[in-house]
Structures are given as C-alpha cells and as structure tokens.
C-alpha cells in the first residue's frame, strides 16, 4: 500500500510522492530532501530540506502533508 504525501511550503511545496505506507507511518516518518542547488540558500547547495507531518498527523483518504521545518546541514 502506498501513500501520497503532498510537500508544504519550502522548496517542493505543492509536490506530492507516492510511498510506502511503511516509510509514511513508521515511527519517525518525515525527509531530509535533496532539492536542486537553485532552489537552496544562496551558496549552499549542500543542505538538504526538513519536511515532517505535524505530531499526530494520520494520513486521511491515502494523503498526508509534510510540512517544510527548515533546512539540515548533511
């Protein structure tokens, strides 16, 4: 079973990715994301995107969001 999981805010926002229900509901579900360089702060094409489902979040009708929380530096 899969999951499609819509990106908000941030770089992907409006994105969506089907996964495994798995990777979705596991116990600490969420991306550090590789995003085009261009879409990074200006000279850091190195960091990666944060997006998580708020606390709690239980994907409705087989969608959940995950909210953009910043970037990590990888």
């Known amino acids: 079973m899969t999951i499609t999981v819509e990106y908000v805010n ?3 926002h409006g994105e969506t990715c089907d996964l495994p229900a798995e990777y979705v ?3 600490d579900p969420g991306a ?3 995003v085009d360089g261009r879409l990074t702060p200006p000279g850091r094409p190195d960091l990666r995107a944060v997006y998580e ?3 709690g979040a ?3 009708n087989g969608r959940i969001a ?3 929380n910043g970037w990590i530096d990888c």
């Open 53 to 55: 489902p708020h606390p």
């Open 25 to 27: 509901l596991g116990e």
């Open 66 to 68: 995950w909210h953009f």
């Open 32 to 34: 550090y994301m590789i």
């Open 58 to 60: 239980e994907p409705s």
């Open 10 to 12: 941030g770089p992907l």
